[in-house]
């Protein structure tokens, strides 16, 4: 591995490729030789290989940062690149996934995991693909673990898909989000307008590599923090949703509890999960994941905001028959 001084804007180029049964062996020669080549290209900051690591990961991983997004560019379209994927190719299963990324680099824990989403989208369908989007990112954000999402548009001659890095604390939270009944009904939604995703998952994440939206110098969310939060939001949907809808239309008509209940539950994550939690922990950004430089007070106060809200909160309720 190579490293270099970063500027303040980079490239990142993630590559992820699938070898034939009994032959990672000969691919991890032929990637020294892809490594040696890129090492002495113009431009280029850090290189990195991921290796595979069965049932999590199951592709070879090479990241690579550039200067800039004209010199990873540049690479893509080099004679000697091009040269050495054709001598490859026979022992590769399906078509690689490349995805160029920009913006800074930042350093989230070892202990993440990441999944490279990528996603084709009909012509004429960017609209409603753009605010799809926002509904699974604020759908994602609400599960335990998350760290981040960064979005990177199509780029004309380099790459057809819309993709889509998302980062967990660990693999077992990123598994919980994959196989989510909430991520795939969003899924399922996406093919009314033509858009179809794969994944790939990335073992330890991109320690280093993406700065996925959280202040420089971040830490990471605590779950007990999530936690007050969701509670935070989930209270006062639950209380009026029982108070002025269960108790009278359900309840009243003779619904079984059972159902309203679930009923209830339905109403409560969705409006939660998809709007609330997300502007709430917009608003409270500055106390779930605080810059290194924040002052010493900044979680003894918005630990004192939150508790002040869930009083409020009670005593607001308190008056209701």
Known sequence: MTTATAPAQTATLVTQTRVLPEHDAQFAIWQQEISDAVAAFPGLLDH???????????????????????????????????????????????????HLFSGDAAAPPDASASAVVSTRVAPGSEPQFRAWQRRIATAEAAFPGFQGAKLEPPIPGVQDDWATVVRFDSDTHLQTWLGSPQRQTLLDEATTFGAES????????????????????????PIWKQNMVVLLTLYPVVFLFGAWFSNRFLLGNGVPFWLALFIGNVFSVTLTGYWLISWASRALSWWLSPRADAPSWTNAAGIALVLALYALALAVFSQFP
């Open 198 to 221: 794969s994944v790939r998952t990335v073992r330890g994440g991109f320690a280093g590599w993406f700065d996925f939206g959280k202040p420089p110098g971040a830490a990471p969310t």
């Open 48 to 98: 990195r290989v991921i290796e595979p690591s069965p049932p999590s990961q199951q592709d070879w991983v090479i990241v690579q940062r550039f200067r800039s997004m004209e010199a990873a560019q540049a690479w893509l379209r080099s004679p000697e690149r091009l040269r050495l994927l054709a001598k490859i190719e026979p022992l590769l299963i399906g078509r690689d996934d490349i």
